[in-house]
T-cell receptor, first 113, second 113 residues
């Protein structure tokens, strides 16, 4: 069975601090995709990044960076110099069978001014 | 370019009643997937519709049913509502029957009393 675990239920930091959200996944597939989504209070899930299982290159997009390590089945997400607008619930997800996403429980991130 | 539109945004129903939720996909998308997100949890896959057929189904009882229309819009029906059906119901659209490139709507918040 496929599973995504986000062990951090809630994180609270002060603005401008760096913060890392952890994600560990389980799958027997050799080909898979991993995702990160942001869910603001409005409810919609905002796509942040997709990474396939053959591409272990880390990625940086502005203040966001992602570290994918197949050896530890982890796909962690770091926000550098956090801002209040980063406050949201963040979900890590794994695609299964190309047709559905399996989500973690989510991490509620609060950035305090 | 309109994104995914869901209606209504909020709904209160009584236990035992039936409810219909609606979703219009993003322009150019032909696939609609439905997810249930209970409070404090990650979204759970209900089912996916492509070419007006249910292609894949998650672990949900037959009380949950759906339909896709020729214009690609979709409905989610839930019969014999239970208190545990209270959740945010998210619709996601994509292209070609795949979960890649999902665009999520803001959801319908269903409360069963």
């Amino acid at each position: 069975a496929q599973k995504v675990t986000q062990a951090q239920t809630e994180i609270s930091v002060v603005e401008k601090e760096d913060v890392t959200l952890d994600c560990v996944y389980e799958t027997r597939d050799t080909t898979y995709y991993l995702f990160w989504y942001k869910q603001p209070p409005s409810g919609e899930l905002v796509f942040l990044i997709r990474r396939n299982s053959f591409d272990e290159q880390n990625e940086i997009s502005g203040r966001y960076s992602w570290n994918f390590q197949k050896s530890t089945s982890s796909f962690n997400f770091t926000i550098t110099a956090s801002q209040v607008v980063d406050s949201a619930v963040y979900f890590c997800a794994l695609i299964q069978g190309a047709q559905k996403l399996v989500f973690g429980q989510g991490t509620r991130l609060t950035i305090n001014p | 370019d309109a994104g995914v539109t869901q209606s209504p945004t909020h709904l209160i129903k009584t236990r035992g009643q039936q409810v219909t939720l609606r979703c219009s996909p993003k322009s150019g998308h032909d696939t609609v997937s439905w997810y249930q997100q209970a409070l404090g949890q990650g979204p759970q896959f209900i089912f996916q519709y492509y070419e007006e057929e249910e292609r894949q189904r998650g672990n949900f009882p037959d009380r949950f049913s759906g339909h896709q229309f020729p214009n690609y819009s979709s409905e989610l029906n839930v019969n014999a509502l239970l208190l545990g059906d209270s959740a945010l119901y998210l619709c996601a659209s994509s292209l070609g029957g795949r979960a890649y490139g999902y665009t999520f709507g803001s959801g319908t918040r269903l409360t069963v009393v």
